[in-house]
Every structure is written in structure tokens, then in C-alpha cells.
């Protein structure tokens, strides 16, 4: 069995919307749990929460040890941070492509 459960597109939005509400503190922990990723060799636009989920959905070790014990947490804890991930980029995309610094074909 998956540790992982993929979210629905219902799932995803409503996960998206509360990211997109974010208090300044938890965007302030979001972005030192970005940082801590980042030194632990991960993406930069991506959560602690995220990297191991992907590491869970290809069975690795680290990755679903991780994402078990943040379920115990929060059920689908690794979707939903999947989820906030997805729409901080989707944010930011659309911010830049508005602002006409940069141009998207």
C-alpha cells in the first residue's frame, strides 16, 4: 500500500486555498522548512514535507519512514504540503507573468 494517497481535484483546491490564506508565521515556517530543504540537498521551491512524499511515491526508505510518521501528524500530510507547494509556484507565476518582467508563450 501507497504511504502516499493522491489528493482529488476537489482535495487540491481546497488545500491550495488554505495556502493561499496563510498566516505571516506559518509562511515565515514555511520558508525556513524550504531553506532546511534546500541544505538538506532538495529543490528550492519545495517543502521538507513534499521532497520526502516524492521519495515515499518512489518507494524509498527515507521518504516513506518520513511520510508515515507525519501522517501520525496529519493524514495525507504529504499531499496536502504537495498541494501548497504547487500553489505558492502557481502564485508566483502568475505574479511575474502580470507584472511583464517576464513573458510566457
Same mark, same amino acid.
Given at each position: 500500500?501507497?504511504?502516499?494517497? /493522491?489528493?482529488?481535484?476537489?482535495?487540491?483546491?481546497?488545500?491550495? +486555498?488554505?495556502?493561499?490564506?496563510?498566516?505571516?508565521l506559518?509562511? &515565515?515556517?514555511v520558508a525556513?522548512?524550504?531553506?532546511?530543504n534546500?541544505?538538506?540537498? +532538495?529543490q528550492?521551491?519545495?517543502?521538507?514535507s513534499?521532497?520526502?512524499?516524492?521519495?515515499?511515491?518512489?518507494?524509498?526508505?527515507?521518504? &516513506? &519512514?518520513?511520510?508515515?510518521?507525519?501522517n501520525?501528524?496529519? /493524514?495525507?500530510?504529504?499531499?496536502?504540503?504537495?498541494? +501548497?507547494?504547487?500553489?505558492?509556484a502557481?502564485?508566483?507565476?502568475?505574479?511575474?507573468?502580470?507584472? +511583464?518582467?517576464?513573458?510566457?508563450?
Amino acid at each position: 500500500m501507497d504511504v502516499i494517497t /493522491p489528493l482529488n481535484a476537489a482535495q487540491t483546491l481546497r488545500q491550495e +486555498g488554505q495556502a493561499r490564506h496563510e498566516s505571516y508565521l506559518l509562511r &515565515v515556517l514555511v520558508a525556513v522548512d524550504i531553506a532546511a530543504n534546500v541544505a538538506l540537498g +532538495g529543490q528550492e521551491d519545495e517543502t521538507i514535507s513534499t521532497n520526502t512524499a516524492l521519495m515515499a511515491r518512489k518507494h524509498e526508505v527515507l521518504g &516513506v &519512514v518520513v511520510s508515515r510518521m507525519l501522517n501520525l501528524f496529519q /493524514p495525507d500530510h504529504g499531499a496536502k504540503a504537495a498541494a +501548497g507547494d504547487l500553489e505558492r509556484a502557481q502564485a508566483m507565476t502568475a505574479k511575474l507573468t502580470a507584472s +511583464g518582467v517576464v513573458h510566457v508563450e
